[in-house]
T-cell receptor, first 116, second 115 residues
Framework: AQSVTQLGSHVSVSEGALVLLRCNYS??????LFWYVQYPNQGLQLLLK??????LVKGINGFEAEFKKSETSFHLTKPSAHMSDAAEYFC??????????????FGQGTILTVHP | EAGVTQFPSHSVIEKGQTVTLRCDPI?????LYWYRRVMGKEIKFLLH????????ESGMPNNRFLAERTGGTYSTLKVQPAELEDSGVYFC?????????????FGSGTRLTVV
């Protein structure tokens, strides 16, 4: 079975500051890892995904994440926050095999607030 | 290509009534998933179709929920009778057969409110 833990249900940063959203996972087989974003009144949008290629993954809107197997982490970062980054962010894992093949398991979500 | 389409976008029904949610996946995507987010909780898996067959329905909460996928195309999720705790956002996602596990595209969701 797999699980995801997002540290911090709310993160607040100033505009221009570093954004760091933390995600740790557990899985019994090699995982695929994802970050999704949900803007107010919208659906889930894929920011980036790790599918066992490069461990540093670049996504849309200047976000990136690094897969660290030794730490079972997949933290999301952005060097400089913009007001438009305010949203809820979800880390998710799926498995490349096993009985849970194909389904996503989500973290609890982190609401990012950006202050002027 | 057209994305994953869900409708209605919002539905408000009374407890005890029936509601049917629909999802149209991306054309040619064999895999279709339903997820739900109840307020304050994480997004949870409900079930997975491969074409018209249920691959995994381990997340379906109870027998008031019935999912179908006619001819391997669109899917419906019926809740009958609806209860207050069924309120939440229901998401649908699809992926191609050769990208199971990572090729998801999500719809915008249906916000269901049971009053």
């Amino acid at each position: 079975a797999q699980s995801v833990t997002q540290l911090g249900s709310h993160v607040s940063v100033s505009e221009g500051a570093l954004v760091l959203l933390r995600c740790n996972y557990s899985s019994s087989v090699p995982p695929y890892l994802f970050w999704y974003v949900q803007y107010p009144n919208q659906g889930l949008q894929l920011l980036l995904k790790y599918t066992s290629a490069a461990t540093l993954v670049k996504g849309i809107n200047g976000f990136e994440a690094e897969f660290k197997k030794s730490e079972t982490s997949f933290h999301l970062t952005k060097p400089s926050a913009h007001m438009s980054d305010a949203a809820e962010y979800f880390c998710a894992v799926s498995l490349a095999g096993g009985t849970s093949y194909g389904k996503l398991t989500f973290g609890q979500g982190t609401i990012l607030t950006v202050h002027p | 290509e057209a994305g994953v389409t869900q409708f209605p976008s919002h539905s408000v029904i009374e407890k005890g009534q029936t509601v049917t949610l629909r999802c149209d996946p991306i054309s040619g995507h064999d895999n279709l998933y339903w997820y739900r987010r109840v307020m304050g909780k994480e997004i949870k898996f409900l079930l997975h179709f491969v074409k018209e067959s249920k691959q995994d329905e381990s997340g379906m909460p109870n027998n008031r929920f019935l999912a179908e996928r006619t001819g391997g195309t669109y899917s419906t999720l019926k809740v009958q009778p609806a209860e207050l705790e069924d309120s939440g956002v229901y998401f649908c996602a699809s992926s191609p057969g050769d990208r199971v596990g990572y090729g998801y595209t999500f719809g915008s969701g249906t916000r269901l409110t049971v009053v």
